[in-house]
Each structure stands twice: as C-alpha cells, then as structure tokens.
C-alpha cells in the first residue's frame, strides 16, 4: 500500500550485556537511516532501550508496544508508544506488526517472538543468536536468515523487502 512505513521489528533480551545493547543499537540506526520505522517492546530496558536510541540518533521513528496499561517504563526515546496492558500477550502485536522481525540474544520472551514469527511465517533474522541451530530445524518454510553482523542483517532486510 502506498504511503504506509515499513515497520522492522526488533526483538531481544530486557537485560542485556553492553555487546548486545550496542548491537542493538547499532542495529536501530540502521534501520533507521535505511528510512524504515523501529518497532520493538518499548520499555526502557535491554534490546528495547538501545534500538530505540540507535533509531533516535539517526532521526528516525520508533514505536514502543508496551505490555502495561500506562507508560511508565517507556524508553525516552520512543515516539509512537502503543499502550496495550496485555502482558507477554502483545508479543503477537510485534510480530504481526513487523515486515521483518529481527531477533536478537534474549530469554524466554525473545523466544516467544522468534515462535510467533515461525508460526505466522513473518521473515526472521537471528542476529548473533544461539538460537539458531533449533530454530532452522522447527519451520523451514518461514523465510529465516542467520546473521552475524549489521551489513548482512541490512542486506536480507532489503532482499525481502524488494
């Protein structure tokens, strides 16, 4: 549809340590200069904070899906926050929400989200996951990358989107 923004999700671990949050946020500037939105879970914490600010710092726009009914734990950084007091439950809101849903190292909610992508065959990038091996095995009809840096995470986002 024309004039709609190309949303790419980007999911990963509420406490990371500070390879994954610059990962993180390098990713979000990519994204961002590439011209396409940042989605991810909103709170300031992990993966959530550090693409945000990435996305930020390059001038582009972030949505924050929110699991509380308020924004008190919304990442300063998030323009767009959707507040939507379902819990773990919005993780299907990210997921279906995204073009491209990129996971990065997390625990049991990235996993949900790496599952949910799978399930609604949503394009999945693992970045710098050890996931990996599993996931390969359980849906190999859903379009899924693996990826060990931005450049090639970059370039499979532009592959599926052209």
């Not at 004039?3 to 999911?11: D, P, Q, R, S, Y």
């Not at 610059?22 to 994204?31: K, R």
């Not at 996305?55 to 582009?60: I, L, N, R, T, W």
């Amino acid at each position: 549809m024309a004039g709609l923004k190309t949303l790419i999700g980007v999911m990963g671990g509420g406490a990371v340590n500070a390879s994954v949050a610059g990962l993180a946020y390098d990713l979000g500037f990519a994204i961002a200069q590439a011209g396409w939105v940042v989605l991810c879970g909103g709170r300031n914490a992990g993966v959530m904070a550090a693409v945000a600010a990435g996305a930020h710092d390059a001038h582009g726009l972030t949505v924050g899906v929110l699991p509380d009914a308020n924004t008190d734990q919304i990442a300063p950084e998030i323009d767009i926050p959707i507040v939507t007091g379902m819990g773990d439950a919005r993780n299907m809101i990210n997921v279906l929400s995204s073009r491209v849903v990129v996971a990065l190292p997390g625990g049991a909610g990235t996993l949900s989200e790496i599952a949910l992508a799978l399930k609604t065959g949503r394009p999945l990038i693992l970045l710098q996951s050890s996931y990996a091996p599993l996931i390969q095995q359980l849906s190999p009809q859903t379009p899924l990358a693996v990826c060990s840096d931005i450049a090639s995470t970059m370039t499979q986002i532009h592959a599926w989107l052209s």
